[in-house]
RNA sequence: GUGAGUGUAGCUCAGCUGGUAGAGCGCUGGAUUGUGGCUCCAGUGGUCGUGGGUUCGAUCCCCAUCACUCACCCCA
């Protein structure tokens, strides 16, 4: 059997239903924002990943889905999206049209990670960016409106984490302070630590192990380090949340991977969804589009991760609402079955969800079909009805059912304004009735 | 890349110190020649992940391998 690959996955219905509804709350409110869509290709040349991310971090060194063409040139499958969005912004000379842009995207990522929960390597991201502005009230901006966001699909105990990392020009002094401070206290750190400390050590910060923690407690802060351009940046920020009523904590241990990130970083997480967290996590990358070779253009934006929120979702135990038929026809015999074809051919032009079968089922069998696709009605009709010209209407709910006569479907049809959904029916039976002339 | 756990029917799982497999749900049909859901009955279902070893005999014990899950690393 071929089988999906490691990391990947098949999102079927009714769950399906349940993606839409995120995506689609996602569009909606971010448009309300001012935020437009853009799409960008899936894969990109390697060297704008190894020179937007990073070519020392994990995905770029480790993770990334990369491969040569037929010309030999080295593609890569975006692990992220936002070096892909500025790349576009570059390209299309964005800057000249508008000072700012706000853009969004959503869709697939790939990451050759080991798959775990809340982990995949093809995963969805929806993300936003804001490029051209360095204006920390964009930021709270952008946080007061994730935190809608959150709200609209229900999930209220979301915790936001905000931190500064500072700049290229104050980042290196603390660096190397931090550096100092962790080779004094290397032995009293986790074998994890004591290798971090030498590839990366802002994550020393970020370290689980409780034995560290005594260590990372004395360790020093980025907030005693920042210049004063990035220390006002980041009060500033703090003050727009407060008079936005965005409920924050400052965590000074708060650090990203990606390279391109300077001052505000922040994180929205959420419990009961295992080691990965995080929802949405972001920041401010005013470095990036210099780096990939276009002009000075200041950026801020997020990525949030559809797989989590979809996980946090199901752990509510929200309703996937499935597509369920309006109609179900249900024909018996063959002259009935031709004639239900051009019902539902009728019903679909009228925007009616109707449910036709291709086998030839006995009664007991449709209506059980019926009642398993939850069915709000049943349409029935055989010889009988088809000599008189009239049809049985079965409302699945509560088992009624009425015959209905050429004269009804008349009237409905005659009638006007809001129709309901048994009348929107009839008239649909009438118009086929009478454009078929059966 | 590292560690741990789990692989038995479409799904969720039983299977006692090794004697070649069961339940519930589902699906199909019937009880009700043209009336669903509840009930009852019948039918459909499995190379016990794969390969090798031990044994008279392995779903069970041993080894290997693959897959899945969770965790580490790291990230959304």
New binding site residues.
């Given amino acids: 059997m071929i089988?999906?690959?490691?990391?990947t996955?098949d999102i079927l219905p009714p769950e399906s239903a349940l993606w839409s509804r995120v995506e689609n709350t996602a569009r909606e409110i971010f448009e309300r924002y001012g935020f437009a869509e853009v799409r960008t290709p899936i894969f990109e040349s390697t060297e704008l990943f190894a020179r937007g991310v990073g070519a020392d971090?994990?995905?770029v060194s480790?993770?990334m889905y990369t491969f040569e063409d037929r010309d030999e040139r080295s593609l890569t499958l975006r692990p992220?999206g936002t070096a892909p969005v500025v790349r576009a912004h570059i390209e299309h000379r964005l800057q000249q049209e508008t000072s700012i842009a706000k853009l969004y995207y959503l869709g697939p990522?790939f990451?050759r990670?080991?798959?775990?929960?809340?982990?995949?390597?093809q995963?969805?991201?929806i993300g936003a960016e804001v490029l051209g502005s360095d204006n920390p009230a964009i930021e709270a901006e952008v946080l007061e409106m994730l935190q809608f966001f959150l709200r609209l699909l229900g999930i209220q105990d979301q915790t936001l984490l905000v931190n500064s990392i500072g700049c290229p020009a104050c980042r290196p002094q603390f660096l190397e302070h931090l550096k100092r401070s962790l080779a004094e206290k290397k032995t009293g750190l986790c074998p994890?630590c004591q290798r971090?400390s030498e590839?990366?050590p802002l994550?020393v910060l970020?370290?689980?192990?409780e034995s560290c923690q005594p260590a990372i407690e004395s360790l020093p802060k980025i907030s005693d380090f920042l210049d004063s351009a990035c220390r006002a940046h980041f009060e500033k920020f703090l003050g727009y949340l407060a008079s936005r009523q965005v409920a924050f904590t400052i965590v000074p241990r708060l650090?990203?991977?990606?390279d391109y990130y300077t001052r505000t970083t922040f994180?929205?997480t959420s419990g009961a969804?295992?080691?990965?967290?995080?929802?949405?996590?972001?920041g401010r990358y005013d470095g990036l589009a210099e780096a990939l070779g276009g002009p000075s253009t200041k950026g801020f934006g997020?990525?949030?991760?559809?797989?989590?929120i979809l996980l946090v979702l199901q752990d509510r135990g929200n309703p996937p609402d499935p597509l369920t038929p309006q109609v179900y026809l249900a024909p018996?015999g063959e002259r009935a079955f031709d004639t239900a074809t051009l019902i539902a051919k009728c019903m679909r032009e009228n925007g009616i969800r109707c449910f036709l079968d291709f086998d030839a089922?006995?009664?007991?069998?449709?209506?059980?079909?019926?009642?398993?696709l939850g069915?709000l009605y049943?349409l029935?009709?055989?010889?009988?009805?088809l000599q008189a010209g009239n049809y049985?209407l079965?409302?699945?709910?509560?088992?009624?059912?009425t015959t209905l006569t050429p004269d009804e479907l008349m009237r409905a049809a005659e009638s006007s304004g809001q129709a309901d959904l048994r009348t929107s029916i009839l008239k649909a039976l009438f118009l086929a009735r009478s454009t078929y002339h059966f």
């Fill in positions: 089988k999906s690959i490691k990391g996955r971090t994990d995905i480790k993770e992220e990522m990451r990670e080991r798959p775990q929960k809340g982990r995949y390597r995963f969805h991201q994890d971090r590839t990366n994550r970020d370290c689980k192990v650090v990203r991977g990606l994180e929205i969804l295992g080691a990965q967290n995080t929802l949405i996590g972001g997020f990525a949030l991760g559809l797989e989590r018996l089922r006995s009664l007991k069998s449709h209506l059980r079909l019926a009642n398993k069915s049943a029935i009709f055989g010889e009988v009805e049985q079965k409302q699945m709910t509560n088992g009624e059912q």
